[in-house]
């Protein structure tokens, strides 16, 4: 790293400027080639026009690259191509192997730009850099960074709109977007003087999405350069940054560009060739050519675009035989362009079309049912790039067609995902409701999909619908006829099989008649048995205790040989409730295998002794207010519902056990709003807050603190004064920590934590560029500008080394005050006055802990003293 930065100050002091007008734009992306290691390329663009007076620009067969973990390399130069307008494309490549998983910012510099561009003043003495970032994330996979097809040089015209597009394509199949960001200089850092092209309307941006960049329009002829990133999403997480700076040259011309013919966004299942015709005109009746570039191409099976110049209107052929490798979630963009052959200058005009391409669905899906499953059968996915399958039901039909682009089954059909079959060869799938058998009753639909990605899939297959062979009994009622602490009632009926194989079950048929305590009860006893299969569908279990629980009964079919077929489940209605603040909730616990469409309540009546309707939902809860806090209140429901099945009663009534609850104060006061300001010279953090609730409603608040943003919160004082919302936090060793607040009501309720603040430490390490050790007793050390107190807070420790221009080092200490009084530290004499280099690793106290930063530059030493050492 030091001989990094000493090579880059050398060349700065003894560069021919002459030689160094060279950098035009460039860009830094890689591919991942094992866990940990990486193969870089470095593209730039140089300028290769010779001067006036016959000097040729500066070239690089090598670069320099920071690899962003305190190492260096140099890059050779892999291969360059002389393009038109004086313009070359240097490739550079290195492989890099880093430590561990974490993130880089890997940085290369080349001295200068090239000479001339208008918003970087002085751009010929100034520093070219690019920066990408690099995140080692195990969790997310290998990743590789877009590949940009088109070049980051382009031509513009005042008064008319320019537009550009990278090109950029995602190997990986990773969502991007796109943000302007100002062009940097030394060490990586954005130019001081540095200023966005001046605009005639709207000031130039980029399209986050598409990664249109949009100046509208240019008004100064000359060499423009921009930047920005290019940012790599995967499953919501942001995973790298590539940074493009680029440049645009404007020409005061009267040629107009050629004009596109506006192309909507193409979408195509694999196996399909997607073929569109592109066209564009010119009013200069100019003769146009068409080009295009994009991830279409740079695939396997890539895209053919085939046109051929012509005068005033020219169209091409886009054609793509895609296959299943092609499906990915993100759409390829094809960026077309349309080129004039004015002789003064060229200009462009360009669109990027979207071409999505999704997976084929499932073919012939079919299915065959038992009395308690499924059998899904579909033929073989002819695909190597899928990962499975996903297998969605429902018990209504949907009638689902998808639209062209419209993958996956769609919540709003009705239809949930059961399964996943992780076998890319599977061509069936048996749904017996994870061996728990589907219940008689229903009409099971089903869709079936491929899976390309945890987010991704291919359109869904027919919906195909049946239902169980009615083999086993089908519950209809449980309802609460008598309600008891002891000599409760629970009425059972049920219809009896239609269907049922007397051939595989033969002999005398009986019915178990099993009960479970609680509504998902599994301990099943036997409580009788009926003996008149044909009339026998009703039951009536008493002597049981109606208050305390839900019940649920199965209904088994038995012959001589025990038990036939696995019976269907059912259980009664048992009301829950949850009392809050002069409400009530009513929750509807059920197992039940039909489908409750409505519910009436009752809420007893203490005047009367009777149960009164008060309301009806057609939710599984119901919301009873304006209650009295503390008082006791009693409830019961009654449930309509029904199965979607011919043969089978309508409607299915049943009623609830009974439950009371008392309705309490259980609601906190609402979040406070925190805000926190440190105040350094008295090293107090002053905490404020807004109360979102009524204040009246409030008794206290308390105040949690934490040592870091990683750290636990801890409850570190109360504020008894509810008209007192702020807090003063005298500190004592470091001003860095995080707050919320909670406000506690009468109740002693507590409300959520306010949203979390963090403060850091208020002063940063800073060190001056001058300093006169004379003997005066005025400026007679190098020392940091920052105050002695500070440095004792919050420094934990340096690592300075200073050297002359020649590359000696010349003094080295660990003290964060440093205190150079100008001597060499091999001689202890005063050193020559001059300009020397340092490289201070300085180790902060902040939030997150103890943080690393290194700080480069220059500091000029002025003495009057003539006997100084010449070192």
Not at 439 to 467: L, R, W
Not at 602 to 630: C, K, M, P, Q
Not at 680 to 699: A, D, P, Q
Request: charged share 20%; hydrophobic share 35%; with cysteine.
């Amino acid at each position: 790293m030091i001989k990094y930065y000493l090579n880059i100050f050398f060349i700065l002091i003894l560069v021919n400027v002459s030689f160094a007008t060279h950098n035009r734009a460039g860009e830094i992306t890689y591919s991942q080639v094992s866990d940990y290691t990486f193969e870089f390329t470095v593209t730039t663009f140089t300028n290769t026009k010779p001067t006036s007076d016959g000097i040729v620009p500066a070239d690089r067969p090598q670069l320099e690259i920071l690899w962003g973990d305190g190492t260096y390399s140099t890059m050779e130069r892999y291969v360059y191509y002389d393009l038109p307008d004086y313009y070359r494309k240097n490739i550079y490549k290195a492989k890099h192997t880093y430590s561990g998983a974490s993130t880089y910012e890997i940085l290369v510099e080349d001295p200068n730009r090239n000479e001339g561009v208008e918003n970087i003043p002085n751009s010929v003495m100034v520093v070219f850099s690019i920066k990408t970032i690099l995140q080692i994330n195990p969790t997310l996979g290998f990743n590789n960074t877009p590949i940009l097809l088109n070049p980051p040089v382009d031509k513009a015209a005042i008064n008319q709109v320019f537009i550009h597009n990278p090109a950029a394509f995602d190997p990986d199949g990773d969502s991007l977007s796109y943000e302007m960001t100002v062009c940097t200089g030394e060490n990586g850092d954005p130019i001081d003087s540095y200023q966005f092209p001046e605009s005639k309307f709207e000031p130039i941006y980029i399209d986050s999405i598409t990664g249109n960049l949009v100046w509208n329009t240019p008004m100064v002829e000359g060499a423009f350069n921009v930047a920005f990133h290019i940012n790599e999403w995967r499953q919501g997480v942001k995973i790298g940054q590539i940074t493009r700076d680029m440049q645009i040259e404007v020409y005061d011309t009267e040629n107009q560009p050629p004009k596109f013919d506006t192309i909507p966004p193409i979408c195509g299942v694999a196996g399909e060739l997607i073929t569109f015709n592109v066209s564009a005109h010119d009013e200069g009746n100019e003769t146009i050519s068409l080009t295009a570039t994009g991830g279409a191409f740079a695939t396997d099976s890539a895209a053919e675009f085939i046109s051929v110049p012509a005068q005033g209107a020219v169209s091409g052929t886009f054609s793509w035989y895609t296959e299943c490798l092609h499906v990915r979630k993100q759409p390829y963009q094809v960026v077309f362009k349309a080129t004039d052959n004015n002789e003064e200058v060229n200009l462009v005009d360009q669109i990027s079309v979207d071409i999505t391409i999704v997976g084929a669905p499932p073919a012939n899906l079919s299915i065959a049912p038992t009395n308690n499953s499924i059998l899904l059968n579909w033929d073989i996915y002819d695909c190597a790039s899928h990962q499975g399958f996903n297998i969605y039901r429902s018990i209504t039909p949907f009638g689902f067609v998808p639209g062209k682009c419209e993958t996956g089954v769609p919540a709003y059909t009705g239809f949930e995902l059961v399964a996943t079959v992780d076998d890319i060869t599977a061509t069936s799938y048996l749904d017996n409701n994870n061996e728990i058998g589907l219940n008689q009753g229903f009409e099971y639909c089903y869709m079936v999909t491929a899976i390309f990605g945890s987010d991704f899939e291919s359109k869904a297959s027919a919906e195909v619908c049946t239902e169980l062979v009615r083999g086993t009994p089908i519950i209809t009622n449980v309802s609460v006829v008598a309600h008891d602490n002891k000599n409760g009632e629970i009425y059972v009926a049920w219809s009896k099989p239609v269907d049922f194989d007397t051939l595989v079950y033969p002999g005398k048929l009986v019915y178990v008649i099993k009960r479970a305590e609680g509504i998902w009860g599994n301990d099943y006893v036997t409580i009788d048995t009926l003996y008149n299969f044909e009339a026998d569908t009703i039951y009536i279990d008493k002597g049981i205790d109606t208050y305390k629980q839900g019940y649920s009964y199965q209904i088994e079919v038995h012959n001589d040989a025990g038990l036939t077929e696995f019976p269907m489940t059912a259980s009664s209605i048992f009301p829950s409730l949850y009392g809050e603040n002069k409400k009530l909730t009513i929750s509807f616990n059920r197992n039940t295998p039909w489908l409750n469409k409505q519910y009436i309540v009752y809420r007893e009546n203490y005047e009367t002794s009777s149960f009164d309707s008060i309301g009806v939902s057609n939710n599984a809860f119901y919301i009873d207010e304006s209650l009295v806090n503390n008082q006791e209140y009693c409830y019961r429901v009654t449930s309509i519902g029904q199965y979607n099945l011919g043969g089978v009663i309508k409607p299915i009534i049943n009623y609830s056990h009974q439950n009371c609850g008392i309705p309490t104060d259980t609601v906190p006061p609402a979040s406070p709003s925190l805000t926190v300001e440190s105040d350094c010279k008295t090293f107090v953090n002053k905490l404020s807050w807004l109360l979102n609730s009524e204040r009246n409603e409030v008794i206290k608040y308390y105040i949690y603190a934490a040592l870091t943003n990683n750290s636990d919160f801890a409850l570190i004082d109360s504020v008894l004064d509810i008209d007192s919302l702020s807090y003063n936090h005298v500190m004592s060793e470091t001003l860095a920590g995080c707050y919320t607040v909670t406000a506690i009501d009468s109740n002693f309720n507590e409300s959520g934590y306010s949203n979390i603040v963090c403060v850091d430490n208020c002063e940063y390490y800073e060190l001056p560029n001058v300093f006169t050790p004379n003997g005066d007793g005025v400026n007679d050390f190098f020392v940091p500008t920052t105050p002695p107190s500070i440095i004792d807070r919050y420094i934990d420790k340096i690592d300075m080394k200073i050297y002359s221009r020649w590359g000696n080092l010349v003094y080295e200490t660990s003290n964060p005050k440093i205190e150079w009084d100008g001597k060499s530290k091999q001689s202890n004499k005063i050193l020559k006055p001059g300009v020397y280099f340092y490289v201070c690793e300085v180790y902060e106290n902040r939030i997150s802990g103890v943080e690393h930063r290194s700080l480069t530059g220059f500091v000029h030493m002025f003495s009057g003293d003539n006997n100084s050492n010449n070192e």
